[in-house]
């Protein structure tokens, strides 16, 4: 006899992001359809051909009650993991870790950390010499003007080893880097942990900031960056005929993982239940989907399949939409291969048209909107949906908020390389 696996509740939710420095703030402004797209600030970016993202905004560290001083050498993504897993572990009253550390695990998907850019362009500047780079000046120069802390701290495995830190979890820490789909990849292994009795509470999520120059270079020479300077806020949208590219976002997004019977004996609020998690990869391009979706397709069944579910039960899907030319249209593609005609009745809707592309933290942000819309009936819009794309010919919930009922959601992100993950959360049952 096959035992009964332990059921994986979510108990904990937190946010840090360019649309709300909280949960509540960030479901106010995507209900109302507001854009946290603006010129970029984080560093001068008026060479680019992009010069616009969705910064994090008038948020620091220390409105957390936390020393600046203590994450002086860490960067932002560090930092924006910090505060959303705090909100996360104090909505679920976790903050001060469990009886047994043991129990309680960490598993991220976070990015790397950043260079420090001015001192690099120095240490090169000074180095080049003609048509050749003097490594002993570069090397010079680099012990004389880095700090060995801040080179640590660009390693993607360091915001989770400092959450363990933070609430003595000495149970699994693991960290993915996935690209897009990354955040929502480490949620769906860290529920396997807590099913197969590894851990009792799993702290997962993602962070992630590319908001640099090396970030920015990457995404124009791809072309993959919308362009749409003078008007940022209308920049971002998915599914729609002229859009033109992603708008590169940051932040960083935190769930509670639970086994069930753990946190029905300490009382614990649930917000839903970890239901499905699908994983495949599209073996073809590292820059490019599959043209007919076949890995995204295989995806969502794997993930309605493991959450022992009938297609006919899902109520709303988060798109990955990312508001590229070939995303949306293959993503729109998945979604009609699995659910056949009924694809055109499901509210379907990408929150990137707001927040912009979180990378390694947007899968986790995008788990918690499905959370929100279960909580309240409501199913958040696609902004900037003008212009529709016979490609794309699916219910985007264009430009306003709408009431729906909602019990189960579906979340995609599928990322560079041809990482695809599927996420299903519904509302909590007995």
Same mark, same amino acid.
């Given at each position: 006899?096959?035992?009964?696996?332990?059921?994986?509740?979510?108990?904990?939710?937190?946010?840090?992001?360019?649309?709300?420095?909280?949960?509540?703030?960030?479901?106010?402004?995507?209900?109302?359809?507001?854009?946290?797209?603006?010129?970029?600030?984080?560093?001068?970016?008026?060479?680019?051909?992009?010069?616009?993202?969705?910064?994090?905004?008038?948020?620091?560290?220390?409105?957390?009650?936390?020393?600046?001083?203590?994450?002086?050498?860490?960067?932002?993504?560090?930092?924006?993991?910090?505060?959303?897993? &705090?909100?996360?572990?104090?909505?679920?009253?976790?903050?001060?870790?469990?009886?047994?550390?043991?129990?309680?695990?960490? *598993?991220?998907?976070?990015?790397?950390?950043?260079?420090?850019?001015?001192? $690099?362009?120095?240490?090169?500047?000074?180095?080049?010499?003609?048509?050749?780079?003097?490594?002993?000046?570069?090397?010079?120069?680099?012990?004389? %003007? #880095?700090? /060995?802390?801040? +080179?640590?701290?660009?390693?993607?495995?360091?915001?989770?080893?400092? &959450?363990?830190?933070? $609430?003595?979890?000495?149970?699994?820490?693991?960290?993915?880097?996935?690209?897009?789909?990354?955040?929502?990849?480490?949620?769906?292994?860290?529920?396997? &942990?807590?099913?197969?009795?590894?851990?009792?509470?799993?702290?997962?999520?993602?962070?992630?900031?590319?908001?640099?120059?090396?970030?920015?270079?990457?995404?124009? #020479? #791809?072309?993959?960056?919308?362009?749409?300077?003078?008007?940022?806020?209308?920049?971002?949208? /998915?599914?729609? =005929?002229?859009?033109?590219?992603?708008? #590169?976002? +940051?932040?960083?997004?935190?769930?509670?993982?639970?086994?069930?019977?753990?946190?029905?004996?300490?009382?614990?609020?649930?917000?839903?239940?970890?239901?499905?998690?699908?994983?495949?990869?599209?073996?073809?391009?590292?820059?490019?989907?599959?043209?007919?979706?076949?890995?995204?397709?295989?995806?969502?069944?794997?993930?309605?399949?493991?959450?022992?579910?009938?297609?006919?039960?899902?109520?709303?899907?988060?798109?990955?939409?990312?508001?590229?030319?070939?995303?949306?249209?293959? +993503?729109?593609?998945?979604?009609?291969?699995?659910?056949?005609?009924?694809?055109?009745?499901?509210?379907?809707?990408?929150?990137?048209?707001? %927040?912009?592309?979180?990378?390694?933290?947007?899968?986790?942000?995008? &788990?918690?909107?499905?959370?929100?819309?279960?909580?309240?009936?409501?199913?958040?819009?696609?902004?900037?949906?003008?212009?529709?794309?016979?490609?794309?010919?699916?219910?985007?919930?264009?430009?306003?908020?709408?009431?729906?009922?909602?019990?189960?959601?579906?979340?995609?992100?599928?990322?560079?390389?041809?990482?695809?993950?599927?996420?299903?959360?519904? =509302? *909590? =049952?007995?």
């Amino acid at each position: 006899m096959v035992a009964e696996r332990r059921r994986v509740v979510i108990t904990g939710i937190g946010c840090i992001t360019p649309l709300g420095v909280s949960v509540e703030e960030l479901w106010k402004n995507l209900m109302r359809g507001a854009s946290g797209v603006g010129q970029t600030t984080v560093f001068d970016a008026s060479r680019f051909p992009t010069k616009i993202s969705a910064e994090v905004r008038n948020w620091n560290i220390t409105d957390e009650g936390e020393d600046e001083s203590m994450w002086h050498y860490c960067g932002r993504h560090t930092k924006f993991a910090a505060g959303a897993a &705090l909100h996360a572990m104090r909505d679920a009253g976790l903050t001060q870790g469990l009886s047994d550390p043991t129990r309680l695990g960490v *598993y991220l998907g976070s990015g790397e950390g950043q260079q420090d850019f001015e001192a $690099f362009t120095s240490m090169m500047v000074a180095a080049i010499k003609g048509d050749t780079l003097d490594v002993a000046i570069f090397t010079k120069m680099g012990l004389e %003007m #880095l700090h /060995p802390l801040s +080179e640590v701290e660009q390693e993607p495995n360091m915001p989770v080893g400092h &959450l363990a830190g933070m $609430f003595n979890a000495q149970g699994p820490n693991l960290n993915c880097l996935t690209a897009c789909a990354a955040s929502s990849q480490a949620i769906g292994e860290a529920a396997e &942990l807590v099913r197969r009795g590894d851990a009792d509470v799993m702290l997962s999520g993602g962070t992630h900031s590319m908001i640099h120059p090396f970030g920015v270079t990457g995404f124009n #020479l #791809l072309t993959a960056l919308s362009t749409r300077n003078d008007e940022p806020i209308r920049a971002s949208r /998915p599914f729609d =005929r002229d859009r033109d590219g992603f708008v #590169l976002g +940051e932040g960083a997004a935190m769930v509670v993982l639970e086994e069930l019977e753990h946190a029905k004996a300490r009382g614990a609020k649930i917000h839903g239940e970890l239901l499905g998690y699908g994983s495949t990869a599209d073996a073809y391009r590292i820059t490019d989907t599959h043209p007919e979706g076949r890995g995204a397709t295989s995806c969502i069944r794997l993930a309605l399949q493991d959450a022992r579910m009938d297609s006919s039960e899902i109520d709303y899907i988060n798109a990955h939409g990312t508001s590229t030319s070939v995303n949306d249209r293959v +993503e729109t593609l998945a979604i009609k291969n699995v659910f056949g005609p009924r694809a055109y009745k499901i509210p379907v809707s990408s929150t990137k048209s707001m %927040m912009g592309h979180l990378i390694a933290a947007a899968g986790a942000t995008e &788990l918690i909107v499905c959370l929100l819309a279960i909580r309240d009936g409501m199913l958040p819009p696609t902004i900037n949906y003008e212009e529709p794309d016979p490609d794309c010919d699916l219910d985007y919930i264009p430009n306003v908020a709408r009431e729906a009922k909602c019990e189960n959601a579906l979340s995609n992100s599928f990322g560079f390389g041809g990482q695809n993950i599927s996420l299903i959360v519904g =509302r *909590y =049952r007995n």
